[in-house]
């Protein structure tokens, strides 16, 4: 039997049995601790106080778990993780009340069979499923779902699961029955059912522990509602193949031809039809570029009328999707038709004429685009118009009082020069989203591709899209200087000897403050892809990019992972606003370590990395480290309570990557913590 070390001090130790179970509980070959229930024990950690002892034995896993029962049930450890709850064994042991879990009932397919995916099994009808021996409930629950959805059953049983994946690998079965807790090596997982909750253990005796540790499960679900589901898709949920293209996916691409998209013009910065070409441009048209990339499809686009809902449309013009719809699903069901996953996502805006008492717009006329006007068919005072520019139009004119839009097209509008008498307002109770709309149909496979490339999109499509629209408002041109300055001109032209002079000058002027829009604009976009909002570091996407051709260049001497101790603890016993003060603080003390040479971003949470132009010896990296510890306390001092750090560094010898680098750094982070926090490791 083998022991990690235990802890010193005061703090309690809790001996926690830790079987090699993968994507449960694992230690990897430089001995870093990884899995599952360590990361969740590790969150009870920042309630209970606890330092673990984790216990491990050699065998085989069953072997593993059969010893650790019997450790557990004499008290020779304290606790044991992914158990089963039954009546039986709540004799011999306890358990947590609340699990912290939930494994499945799985079927697993070859890794190179394209043919049975996550998508399409529901639609087969026929399944030849391997299983390990009768196994009479899982059996049931297999009989259970494919009862439900309409599948003939055929079920090969096999003598242990190796004989299963034997018998799909032979063409024999086509999935093997099993847990989407063991994974299967060579195969993935199609689809999950029946949820098997999973529990602590506790040695009968140990009121306390058990006690501690319900009452750090139940304050966890309250902080952190999604952090089951978390730990479930980066442990256990990556054992299913979501990446990339389906076989059935990819079927439908090679025999479709051109998708017809429909789009109603005047919705700038969102879509539009360019003048010059007499091609759609807007955000939407950078959407369906990186689509056609994503997937192959040839797509053309085609302008349909701004009278004409969605659905109608569709019909009308024989279309494959409609682009720059509201995400509105009484909307949706109301003209007939289904829509894909957002890829626009602001808040909602109104835009008032300046005279307008915005305290109370009850009774106030309201501008809509004739595609919207259904939706407000019970309203009084609706004016309809063609397009929301002329719903803008309308507005500066005093022909209507407001209209309500999102988050992209009132600063869209309100930057342009043509608005002498329009306001906007934020409205951070309601959100607004875009999507495409498609055809109700019973073969859904041009939605799911289309929404699998937008989960693949990059934030910066959107924003380049919208920088376009931005610069192209923002264009001076004589046309609109002369329609600006008319009075001006007119005072001028009485002075004719300085007719020229002025008119250059105001030239000049107006122009200048046309490129400082357009600069600050773009500006903010950048900002707003590169820049972590709270702390003013590089966001993760950037960080990652800036620190990759550091590496790749040769010029980077040291790579850093930092993680803020016991930070959880702040936010739920400071609250929120404190957590945001001490993130900012750390990012200064980050700051004040580092040199601007160098490459510092937040990962995301409490988790920051700084990638160090080099060369670094040892003791260069250690007096970075120690600076770095020193500033932290400094704005622990200044915070008022205790802030730690756990840093760990991979320093760069030769040609490396940048995921090795990481990897290293990160695993080196969590030798600290387990060292007593508040210090550095160097891998």
Same mark, same amino acid.
């Given at each position: 039997?083998?022991?990690?070390?235990?802890?010193?001090?005061?703090?309690?130790?809790?001996?926690?049995?830790?079987?090699?179970?993968?994507?449960?509980?694992?230690?990897?070959?430089?001995?870093?601790?990884?899995?599952?229930?360590?990361?969740?024990?590790?969150?009870?950690?920042?309630?209970?106080?606890?330092?673990?002892?984790?216990?491990?034995?050699?065998?085989?896993?069953?072997?593993?778990?059969?010893?650790?029962?019997?450790? &557990?049930?004499?008290?020779?450890?304290?606790?044991?993780?992914?158990?089963?709850?039954?009546?039986?064994?709540?004799?011999?042991?306890?358990?947590?009340?609340?699990?912290?879990?939930?494994?499945?009932?799985?079927?697993?397919?070859?890794?190179?069979?394209?043919?049975?995916?996550?998508?399409?099994?529901?639609?087969?009808?026929?399944?030849?499923?391997?299983?390990?021996?009768?196994?009479?409930?899982?059996?049931?629950?297999?009989?259970?779902?494919?009862?439900?959805?309409?599948?003939?059953?055929?079920?090969?049983?096999?003598?242990?699961?190796?004989?299963?994946?034997?018998?799909?690998?032979?063409?024999?079965?086509?999935?093997?029955?099993?847990?989407?807790?063991?994974?299967?090596?060579?195969?993935?997982? =199609?689809?999950?059912?029946?949820?098997?909750?999973?529990?602590?253990?506790?040695?009968?005796?140990?009121?306390?522990?058990?006690?501690?540790?319900?009452?750090?499960?139940?304050?966890?679900?309250?902080?952190?509602?999604?952090?089951? @589901?978390?730990?479930?898709?980066?442990?256990?949920?990556?054992?299913?193949?979501?990446?990339?293209?389906?076989?059935?996916?990819?079927?439908?691409?090679?025999?479709?031809?051109?998708?017809?998209?429909?789009?109603?013009?005047?919705?700038?910065?969102?879509?539009?039809?360019?003048?010059?070409?007499?091609?759609?441009?807007?955000?939407?048209?950078?959407?369906?570029?990186?689509?056609?990339?994503?997937?192959?499809?040839?797509?053309?686009?085609?302008?349909?009328?701004?009278?004409?809902?969605?659905?109608?449309?569709?019909?009308?013009?024989?279309? /494959?999707?409609?682009?720059?719809?509201?995400?509105?699903?009484?909307?949706?069901?109301?003209?007939?038709?289904?829509?894909?996953?957002?890829?626009?996502?602001?808040?909602?805006?109104?835009?008032?004429?300046? $005279?307008?008492?915005?305290?109370?717009?009850?009774?106030? !006329?309201?501008?809509?685009?004739? /595609?919207?006007? $259904?939706?407000?068919?019970?309203?009084?005072?609706?004016?309809?118009?063609?397009?929301?520019?002329?719903?803008?139009?309308?507005?500066?004119?005093?022909?209507?009082?407001?209209?309500?839009?999102?988050?992209?097209?009132?600063?869209?509008?309100?930057?342009?020069?043509?608005?002498?008498?329009?306001?906007?307002?934020?409205?951070?109770?309601?959100?607004?989203?875009?999507?495409?709309?498609?055809?109700?149909?019973?073969?859904?496979?041009?939605?799911?591709?289309?929404?699998?490339?937008?989960?693949?999109?990059?934030?910066?499509?959107?924003?380049?899209?919208?920088?376009?629209?931005? $610069?192209?408002?923002?264009?001076?041109?004589?046309?609109?200087?002369?329609?600006?300055?008319? =009075?001006?001109?007119?005072?001028?032209?009485?002075?004719?000897?300085?007719?020229?002079?002025?008119?250059?000058?105001?030239?000049?002027?107006?122009?200048? !403050?046309?490129?400082?829009?357009?600069?600050?604009?773009?500006?903010?976009?950048?900002?707003?892809?590169?820049?972590?909002?709270?702390?003013?570091?590089?966001?993760?996407?950037?960080?990652?990019?800036?620190?990759?051709?550091?590496?790749?260049?040769?010029?980077?001497?040291?790579?850093?992972?930092?993680?803020?101790?016991?930070?959880? !603890?702040?936010?739920?016993?400071?609250?929120?606003?404190?957590?945001?003060?001490?993130?900012?603080?750390?990012?200064?003390?980050?700051?004040?370590?580092?040199?601007?040479?160098?490459?510092?971003?937040?990962?995301?949470?409490?988790?920051?990395?700084?990638?160090?132009?080099?060369?670094? @010896?040892?003791?260069?990296?250690?007096?970075?480290?120690?600076?770095? &510890?020193?500033?932290?306390?400094?704005?622990?001092?200044?915070?008022?309570?205790?802030?730690?750090?756990?840093?760990?560094?991979?320093?760069?010898?030769?040609?490396?990557?940048?995921?090795?680098?990481?990897?290293?750094? /990160?695993?080196?982070?969590?030798?600290?913590?387990?060292?007593?926090?508040?210090?550095?490791?160097?891998?």
């Amino acid at each position: 039997m083998q022991q990690g070390a235990a802890a010193s001090g005061e703090q309690r130790v809790v001996r926690v049995g830790f079987p090699q179970q993968e994507g449960l509980s694992e230690i990897l070959a430089d001995g870093t601790y990884t899995g599952y229930t360590y990361e969740y024990l590790e969150q009870v950690s920042q309630y209970t106080g606890w330092r673990y002892e984790y216990v491990t034995v050699e065998g085989s896993l069953d072997e593993q778990l059969g010893e650790m029962l019997d450790m &557990l049930e004499a008290g020779e450890i304290d606790m044991l993780g992914a158990m089963s709850y039954s009546d039986a064994l709540a004799e011999i042991y306890d358990f947590s009340v609340k699990p912290y879990g939930n494994g499945h009932t799985a079927l697993f397919a070859d890794n190179e069979n394209a043919m049975i995916t996550d998508t399409n099994i529901y639609r087969l009808d026929h399944l030849r499923v391997a299983t390990n021996g009768p196994a009479p409930v899982a059996t049931a629950e297999l009989k259970a779902f494919c009862a439900m959805n309409n599948i003939e059953l055929e079920i090969v049983e096999c003598d242990g699961q190796e004989s299963a994946a034997e018998a799909v690998s032979r063409g024999e079965a086509d999935v093997v029955l099993g847990v989407d807790l063991s994974p299967i090596e060579g195969m993935h997982i =199609v689809t999950t059912f029946k949820p098997k909750p999973f529990y602590f253990g506790i040695a009968k005796g140990n009121g306390d522990i058990a006690a501690q540790l319900n009452e750090a499960i139940a304050s966890l679900e309250n902080a952190d509602p999604q952090l089951q @589901s978390e730990l479930y898709a980066k442990y256990i949920g990556g054992n299913e193949n979501t990446s990339g293209l389906s076989a059935d996916m990819v079927s439908y691409l090679e025999q479709k031809g051109t998708v017809r998209v429909g789009y109603v013009p005047g919705a700038a910065p969102i879509q539009d039809t360019d003048d010059a070409t007499g091609e759609m441009r807007g955000a939407s048209r950078g959407v369906l570029d990186y689509v056609s990339e994503y997937t192959g499809l040839c797509i053309e686009t085609i302008e349909i009328p701004d009278d004409m809902a969605p659905g109608d449309a569709i019909a009308a013009y024989d279309l /494959d999707m409609v682009a720059g719809v509201p995400h509105d699903f009484e909307y949706a069901r109301n003209e007939s038709f289904q829509l894909g996953t957002p890829y626009l996502k602001s808040l909602s805006w109104q835009i008032v004429n300046s $005279s307008v008492d915005t305290s109370d717009l009850s009774g106030k !006329r309201l501008a809509v685009t004739r /595609d919207r006007a $259904s939706v407000y068919d019970e309203a009084d005072n609706v004016v309809v118009f063609d397009t929301m520019k002329e719903c803008i139009d309308a507005i500066d004119e005093g022909k209507a009082d407001y209209t309500n839009t999102d988050g992209y097209t009132a600063p869209y509008y309100m930057a342009s020069r043509e608005y002498r008498n329009i306001a906007a307002i934020l409205d951070a109770s309601i959100s607004n989203s875009v999507c495409f709309a498609f055809p109700i149909s019973s073969d859904p496979t041009l939605l799911k591709i289309v929404n699998k490339a937008i989960e693949n999109m990059p934030t910066g499509v959107v924003n380049t899209s919208l920088y376009g629209e931005v $610069s192209q408002t923002q264009k001076l041109t004589l046309e609109q200087f002369v329609k600006d300055y008319a =009075v001006e001109i007119v005072l001028v032209a009485l002075l004719v000897a300085m007719v020229i002079i002025v008119l250059a000058v105001l030239y000049a002027r107006a122009r200048a !403050r046309a490129m400082r829009i357009v600069e600050a604009e773009k500006d903010r976009l950048e900002m707003r892809v590169e820049q972590d909002d709270l702390t003013g570091l590089l966001a993760v996407g950037t960080f990652r990019d800036k620190a990759r051709a550091l590496i790749e260049e040769g010029c980077a001497g040291a790579f850093f992972v930092i993680d803020i101790d016991d930070f959880k !603890r702040v936010n739920d016993t400071r609250g929120h606003l404190e957590g945001d003060a001490a993130l900012m603080a750390f990012a200064e003390a980050l700051r004040k370590t580092f040199r601007n040479v160098d490459i510092v971003g937040r990962l995301g949470g409490d988790e920051f990395a700084a990638c160090v132009r080099g060369p670094l @010896s040892d003791e260069s990296v250690e007096l970075l480290c120690g600076r770095l &510890l020193a500033h932290v306390n400094e704005a622990a001092g200044a915070l008022g309570y205790e802030l730690g750090v756990s840093i760990g560094v991979a320093l760069i010898r030769g040609k490396e990557r940048y995921a090795d680098l990481y990897d290293r750094a /990160d695993k080196a982070m969590y030798r600290a913590k387990r060292n007593g926090k508040h210090g550095f490791a160097i891998g």
